[in-house]
């Protein structure tokens, strides 16, 4: 269990520092601030403006959809853009195509939010019983 989480604590960064090493040397440094900073600026006007109001809507207790979910993968393109290093940025550029972000929403729901399937209403949930059942409680 350990290992994993080593891995990716360490792996990880140094990964992104290694890219970011490596385009430095093939752009030059002031180059490679100017993409990592654009980046970021491009991240954070993506959380600003557009992945906020999806995450509200996913906080009304929508059930999973594929639509529902295009805002917050576009919110975790944001963030990964905004993470420094140029790998999590390849991650991260995919998501932000419409056709992508349809298919990992599919892939997701198909596997965490189909009715009847794991995660379901109905489904057979990880710890037994009846998986991914919301109950909402309202203050009245």
Do not use: N
């Amino acid at each position: 269990m350990c290992g994993p989480i080593l891995l990716v604590l360490i792996g990880l960064p140094a990964l992104e520092i290694y890219g970011i090493l490596k385009v430095g040397q093939w752009v030059g440094a002031f180059e490679t601030m100017l993409l990592l900073a654009t980046a970021f600026m491009l991240g954070l006007g993506l959380i600003r403006g557009h992945s906020l109001a999806a995450l509200r809507r996913i906080q009304t207790g929508a059930p999973p959809s594929p639509d529902v979910l295009a805002g917050p993968l576009v919110f975790v393109a944001a963030v990964l853009l905004m993470v420094p290093g140029f790998f999590s940025d390849v991650v991260a550029l995919p998501l932000l195509l419409p056709p992508v972000r349809r298919l990992v929403a599919r892939i997701i729901v198909r596997r965490f939010g189909r009715p009847g399937g794991p995660g379901g209403p109905g489904g057979q949930g990880p710890f037994g019983g009846a998986g991914g059942s919301f109950i909402v409680i309202r203050r009245g």
